[in-house]
């Protein structure tokens, strides 16, 4: 079926540190990719999108990279700060057409001071 | 300009009850989509309007239904309501729908079905 996973549900990182969030995605198929950071409360907001002509897309502190070979995303965070702390989620286009998303379950990040 | 906006912000409701939750969407935006966010999950999506008829649905029952009006707000309803239900319901916003657009997500309103 339709599923995206993380590999880990808590990452715990050292204020300055940079972190790692990583994704597996099961549809092959699949051609778009998208980063999303939600806060306590709050809805989910976008951070970066790849595409899969593409394995690498860097943006303000964050970096994606994509390994179609075996399906997997990573999340960079360079420099992580306590605004950082939240759940990440990856998610997959579903359809084409209507930019149904398909979210994988979220890594939980906490920063610590 | 307002982002995503979503109508209550939490409510509590009984089994067997019916709800309605509502989302303005982003300014310029035209389609809207629902998914559920239980504890600890992902979002799962459940239906997506544009052009006030709804162009794709995730797997829920037919007990979830909705509307779109003519100025692009939606609404959500949700008939004879399960424990189950208890959830975050988000509305996403977007441009026409298509894949690439960026969707813009609310805040989100807090059901709890006792």
């Known amino acids: 079926g339709e599923s995206v996973g993380l590999h880990l549900p808590t990452l715990s990182v050292q204020e300055g540190d940079n972190s790692i969030i990583n994704c597996a995605y099961s549809n092959s198929a699949s051609d778009y990719f998208i980063w999303y950071k939600q806060e306590s409360g709050k809805g989910p907001q976008f951070i970066i999108d790849?595409?899969?002509?593409?394995d690498k897309r860097q943006g303000q502190r964050v970096t994606v990279l994509l390994n179609k070979t075996v399906k997997h995303l990573s999340l960079q965070i360079a420099a992580t700060q306590p605004g950082d702390s939240a759940v990440y989620f990856c998610a997959e286009i579903g359809s084409s057409n209507t930019g149904k998303l398909i979210f994988g379950q979220g890594t939980t990040l906490q920063v610590k001071p | 300009d307002a982002g995503v906006t979503q109508s209550p912000t939490h409510l509590i409701k009984t089994r067997g009850q019916q709800v309605t939750l509502r989302c303005s969407p982003k300014s310029g935006h035209d389609t809207v989509s629902w998914y559920q966010q239980a504890l600890g999950q992902g979002p799962q999506f459940i239906f997506q309007y544009y052009e006030e008829e709804e162009r794709q649905r995730g797997n829920f029952p037919d007990r979830f239904s909705g509307h779109q009006f003519p100025n692009y707000s939606s609404e959500l309803n949700v008939n004879a309501l399960l424990l189950g239900d208890s959830a975050l319901y988000l509305c996403?916003?977007?441009?026409?729908?298509?894949?690439?657009?960026?969707?813009?997500f609310g805040p989100g309103t807090r059901l709890t079905v006792l």
């Open positions: 790849i595409r899969s002509n593409m």
């Open positions: 996403a916003s977007s441009l026409d729908g298509f894949s690439y657009n960026e969707q813009f």
